[in-house]
Every structure is written in C-alpha cells, then in structure tokens.
C-alpha cells in the first residue's frame, strides 16, 4: 500500500469511529429511543373503547334544578297569574274606606299578593300549586282565611315560609311534614263567602314571610313590619 493510500484509509478510519461514537452517544442519551406510552387510568375506557375523563362530573342530569333554593325554580300558584292580581297587590295600605273590596274589615299593609278568580269560576274548582319545593308545616282554619297551608322553604338560600290562604282544607290531601315540589298541587280555593274562606270572595291570598317562624298576617301596620315579607310578583315570570 502506498504512503498516499494509507493516509486516506486511515483518515477514513477515524471519520467512521467519531461518527460511530457519536452515534452511540445519542442512543444512550435516549434521543432514538421509542416514547413510552403513559398507561391509561383504570376504568377510563367505555365498552365501546372511547376514552373517558376520569375526573368527578359537574353537570347535572337533564332535568334536575340547579338548585332547589333558587328564585329560578319558582312555579306560579294558579293558572294566568297575571290577569288575577286586580284588587290588593303587596303592599298596598287597605282601610275599610279606601278598599277595593267592599264590604271591608282589615286595616293596613297587605303583606300578600291577592289572586281573583273570574266570573266562570264561582262553581269550580281552581288548583293552587305548591311555588317552592318545602315541607308542609301546617295546615288548618284561620280567622280572615277559612283554610290555609304553611310550606318552609328556601329562596336563594334564605329561609322562608309561604302562605296560601282561602284554601278547601279537605281538598289539602298532603300531610304535615311531608315534602312536596314546585308544581305540586296543594288543593282548591274554597267556596267564596263560606266558612271554606271565612266569608271571603274566592280568591288565593300568597304571603311570603321572611325566617322560620310561622307568621300567617295578612295586614300589617307600618312599612318597618312589611319589609318582613317578600312580594312574589317580583319572581313570578
């Protein structure tokens, strides 16, 4: 072999061993090895073999309320709410001589919204609804209603008891503490001018008082009293 020769077979020696060295060098720094697959979460795959998320569900069922304390699962009391407050809306100061209603035998703030019925309505019987899901505390006669229902419930978090009055007490089929939903119905009006309403027109009286305590007035005496009591309309939709 010529002097020429060896020279290149030598340099070409050395140019494959760095380029072998340096090759090595890379596979153990793990440049071509495979990626490792992460394992997959147990019971993530779905029968059909689509991933899931293994995290907790927020979203509710279709159908279940956000949140049973909230204004927005309020259900009016009686059909075609709207047309029926004519006559005593909440918080209007009512005197034997002002009323609208006469004859006339209460005197101060109304703490309730009035609904009326209309003519056609005499004879029949007109469903009152349950508006807040709640438990029933009471049902029973009250000078100045007939038959009336008491349910504890919630608005927005805040406790709350709601008053129908001028109801059938017989036709009240749920029991004291039972739970009942929005919607629910709690019975009929009673007869107007009977003892079903006390010798009241046949109308729903709906109050809703602010707290625990069972406070069934209807009339209250100044307007420190009345900022006790929560005027449904504004929730009514």
């Not at 061993?17 to 071509?32: C, D, H, N, P, W």
């Not at 993530?44 to 069922?61: C, D, F, Y």
């Not at 089929?173 to 010798?199: C, F, N, R």
């Amino acid at each position: 072999m010529s002097e020429n020769a060896f020279i290149k077979f030598k340099s070409l020696f050395i140019i494959v061993g760095i380029t072998v060295l340096f090759a090595l060098s890379l596979y153990f720094a793990g440049v071509f090895k495979k990626p490792v697959q992460p394992a997959q979460a147990p019971n993530s795959l779905q029968n059909n073999g689509s991933v899931t998320s293994t995290e907790p569900s927020t979203s509710q069922s279709p159908g279940t309320p956000a949140s049973t304390s909230s204004a927005a699962q309020l259900v009016p009391p009686i059909d075609n709410w709207q047309a029926r407050i004519t006559k005593k809306p909440f918080g209007i100061y009512i005197t034997p001589q002002n009323s609208p209603v006469q004859p006339e035998r209460f005197t101060g703030y109304h703490t309730g919204v009035d609904f009326e019925t209309f003519t056609d309505e005499q004879n029949t019987d007109v469903p009152i609804y349950a508006i807040y899901s709640g438990k029933l505390l009471t049902k029973r006669t009250a000078t100045g209603y007939g038959g009336i229902t008491v349910l504890a419930c919630k608005l927005d978090g805040e406790d709350i008891t709601i008053i129908y009055g001028h109801l059938r007490l017989s036709s009240i089929s749920a029991s004291v503490g039972q739970e009942l939903k929005a919607g629910d119905k709690l019975g009929v009006l009673g007869t107007g001018y009977s003892a079903e309403t006390d010798g009241e027109r046949k109308h729903l009286h709906l109050g809703i008082h602010k707290g625990t305590a069972i406070n069934i007035l209807g009339y209250v005496q100044n307007t420190a009293e009345l900022q006790n009591w929560i005027d449904i309309t504004k929730y009514l939709k």
